[in-house]
């Protein structure tokens, strides 16, 4: 069984920094891109950033120069450094990842974290 376990999430002043973690878990043998994605009131799902496991990543227009993904591989683990928030950042941030088992490729996901920026 795969797991994601998201931590790091919180309260934040506008203009604070925020570093979420994820990490994969379970009886894998292999994973792929991972990203974090968020979900604001009211709003859809997201996709907020993506990272490969060569290092290439993917960002939203509206967290460019603000936030940064990156990845250990070796620990299977995922980070988002989140520096100048802004309130509309306020979003369940959910952590997910292409991860190879005995039973093929399935994309998981973590249970979400909150994040809160106050104005």
């Known amino acids: 069984q795969v797991q994601l376990v998201e931590s790091g999430g919180g309260l934040v002043q506008a203009g604070g920094s925020l570093r979420l973690s994820c990490a994969v878990s379970g009886s894998i043998f292999s994973v792929g891109v991972m990203g974090w994605h968020r979900q604001g009131p009211g709003n859809q799902r997201e996709l907020v950033a993506a990272?490969?496991?060569?290092?290439?990543?993917n960002y939203a227009d509206s967290v460019k120069g603000r936030f940064t993904i990156s990845r250990d591989n070796a620990r299977n683990t995922v980070y988002l450094q989140m520096n100048s928030l802004k309130p509309e950042d306020t979003a369940v941030y959910y952590c997910?990842?292409?991860?190879?088992?005995?039973?093929?490729?399935?994309?998981?996901w973590g249970q979400g974290t909150q994040v809160t920026v106050s104005s």
């Open positions: 990272i490969t496991s060569g290092g290439n990543t």
């Open positions: 997910n990842a292409v991860v190879g088992t005995a039973h093929g490729a399935f994309a998981s």
